[in-house]
């Protein structure tokens, strides 16, 4: 949440900062704002987009090699002009743009108005700008020698929270600081030229040599050099890497919309996921990330899966997988409420943490306590680097690709897939699975991407239904068994994007309350595919056909029962039922997305949303 650029070197860095903020706006896109000049920094922001401010600097002197910028996702404070960063102290020493949360910021700033410290916004971030300016200027009027760079630091280690930061000071104007707790920043070296970013995407285009930042790291840059220290004014090594992301990838490529190109990513991106792992031709499966802990998953007691959001959904659809595949008892949980109760984690369970961006707050915060208290914790992440793979003991990533919509899909289907595979793996390792499941299950897995190939093409369909029902205020999906997860990720890709109310519920549970809403206004979406309960989801069907509702199936191709029914069907390929959440997903997808559409939302910026979930 929120995103930073920062750039110092040869190039404009208005040009720079530019362009990463338009890369990093999935980040939040409540205000933008750039400051420019290290010495008597030039500060321009406002409320909206990022190009809201281009257009506000047009014809305006936006030269400088040194400087910052930043898109904001709310917290303390609207979005308001004044909100946005970047905030300068109020002395004019120090200007900081801040991704994160100051917790204990209302003491500090309580400290600070008791000094004479006046503010002008309600943020967290201008109450650490005024912090360090004061920890500065105080040190200074008592004689003692301490430069800009002791003062951050100072300052830092009195704050609670989370913070990621870049902090330029009027005292060193061919300096930039970034400090990072919590919140994600990679610093790109080009030569003679440095890049600071929430994520690579805004670097990648100059440099692909990258130094990850760790908690308490703090960055002291100019165009000589990087110098890395920490909160304790230890230095650190900085450890380079080289990152494997194209330009392309981050690109619309000609579709409309992120969240579109994504969807029809898909196939690509369950092959890239298995590619390397699984074999076709040999029916051998092997996961390398989970290898030096292979043996103790096999013989887990238990199986715990933590996550939020669709990456949650992800982790339902495993619950299935795991316990059919392996018969190890597993249990899914939001993070957020796993990490504030005090769950029974014993030592050798296996906590598997689920995260597309890799760095969601209550989810780093769940692995910390089920690393605690024992646990064996792997990782199954999409965002190379990024804190929770680095949290973890262990881990597979998804290799979806960028993703940039604010709506997950195809890091869904790719999160499936590695579940899937994981709970083959073990399966087949601990007797769960026989040799002949496990071998048919490899053919069906690597047939997926050509069957959601099929029913891409069939994306009219979807578009046509999505007219039928884009003026419903409410909606309601149906599904059992593997495809009750699905239900409920269709619900959300519907409300997130389109604004509209709708809710998930597995198929039975429907006579139990929510059959009450039902009428001809009301349209329900039932995942009917053919598989052991398929009767029971007719029958499910029945009871909604009754009492009016506009019945929309995804059914298995030729299915004639249910198209006699239901108002509209969209056929899937038939495939194995463990498999069949990667095929049921795409129409639901689709289906969200060109309703948004219709409406005139915007798909892949919903409001209040942003894509990677910093703060709890
Ligand atoms: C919904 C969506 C969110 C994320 C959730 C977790 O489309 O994208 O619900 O799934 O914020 O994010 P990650 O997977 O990055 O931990």
């Not at 002197?61 to 109020?90: F, L, Q």
Request: one cysteine or more; charged letters at 25%.
């Amino acid at each position: 949440m929120c995103g930073i650029v920062g750039y110092i070197g040869q190039r404009q860095a208005y040009d720079v900062l530019i362009k990463g903020l338009k890369r990093l706006e999935y980040r939040g896109y409540d205000s933008a704002g750039i400051s420019l000049g290290g010495g008597n920094s030039r500060i321009y922001k406002c409320k909206g987009k990022v190009s809201d401010l281009e257009d506000q600097l047009a014809g305006q002197d936006v030269s400088g090699r040194i400087g910052m910028g930043h898109t904001r996702w709310a917290t303390h404070g609207e979005p308001t002009d004044n909100n946005a960063h970047p905030h300068k102290s109020m002395n004019g020493r120090f200007v900081i743009i801040h991704n994160g949360i100051i917790e204990n910021y209302s003491k500090l700033k309580t400290g600070l108005e008791a000094e004479g410290y006046k503010f002008e916004s309600e943020t967290d971030t201008e109450v650490l700008a005024n912090l360090i300016e004061y920890v500065y200027l105080k040190n200074q009027n008592n004689g003692d020698s301490v430069s800009p760079e002791d003062a951050i630091r100072l300052a830092l280690n009195m704050v609670e929270g989370a913070y990621g930061l870049v902090i330029m000071c009027s005292d060193i104007p061919k300096t930039l600081i970034a400090a990072r707790k919590g919140s994600p920043l990679v610093i790109g070296i080009g030569s003679g030229e440095y890049f600071i970013a929430s994520d690579a995407t805004p670097i990648i285009e100059y440099t692909n040599s990258v130094i990850y930042l760790n908690d308490d790291d703090i960055a002291i840059i100019n165009t000589d050099g990087l110098n890395l220290t920490n909160l304790k004014n230890v230095k650190q090594k900085p450890n380079i890497k080289k990152i494997d992301l194209k330009l392309d990838e981050i690109e619309k490529n000609g579709f409309d919309h992120y969240m579109l190109k994504e969807i029809y990513e898909q196939p690509r991106a369950i092959r890239d996921t298995y590619r390397g792992r699984l074999n076709f031709e040999s029916k051998f499966l092997r996961l390398g990330g989970l290898h030096n802990v292979f043996d103790e998953i096999k013989d887990a007691k238990r199986i715990m899966i933590i996550a939020c959001g669709t990456s949650w959904h992800a982790g339902l659809v495993g619950e299935y997988l795991f316990e059919e595949f392996t018969r190890i008892p597993t249990e899914v949980e939001y993070a957020s409420e796993f990490r504030y109760r005090k769950p029974v984690i014993n030592k050798g369970d296996i906590v598997i943490a689920i995260s597309q961006s890799g760095e969601t707050a209550d989810t780093l915060a769940a692995i910390q306590l089920a690393k605690k208290a024992g646990a064996i914790v792997l990782g199954i992440c999409n965002v190379v680097g990024a804190s929770i793979p680095r949290e973890t003991v262990a881990g597979v990533y998804t290799h979806a690709g960028p993703e940039i919509g604010v709506a997950s899909t195809k890091a869904f289907t790719a999160q499936v897939t590695v579940l899937t595979m994981m709970a083959m793996a073990i399966g087949y390792a601990n007797k769960g699975l026989s040799a002949d499941e496990f071998t048919s299950l490899v053919d069906e897995l690597y047939a997926i991407p050509e069957k959601i190939e099929k029913i891409l093409e069939k994306a009219g369909c979807v578009k046509e239904i999505a007219g039928k029902i884009k003026d419903s205020s409410n909606s309601l999906y149906l599904g059992r068994g593997y495809l009750f997860p699905v239900a409920l990720e269709g619900a959300l890709k519907l409300k997130e994007i389109s604004y509209i109310h709708a809710e998930g519920y597995p198929a039975a549970e429907m006579k139990h309350g929510p059959i009450a809403l039902i009428d001809e206004k009301m349209p329900v979406i039932v995942l009917a595919t053919k598989d052991h309960s398929y009767d029971k989801i007719v029958s499910n069907i029945q009871e909604v056909k009754a009492r009016k509702g506009l019945i929309i199936a995804i059914v298995t191709e030729g299915d004639t029962t249910i198209k006699e029914m239901a108002d509209y069907v969209i056929e899937v390929p038939h495939s194995d039922f463990a498999l069949a959440p990667l095929l049921t997903v795409v129409p639901l997808q689709l289906l969200s997305y060109y309703i948004a559409v219709m409406r005139g939302c915007n798909v892949d910026q919903p409001r209040n949303l942003a894509k990677s979930v910093t703060v709890e």
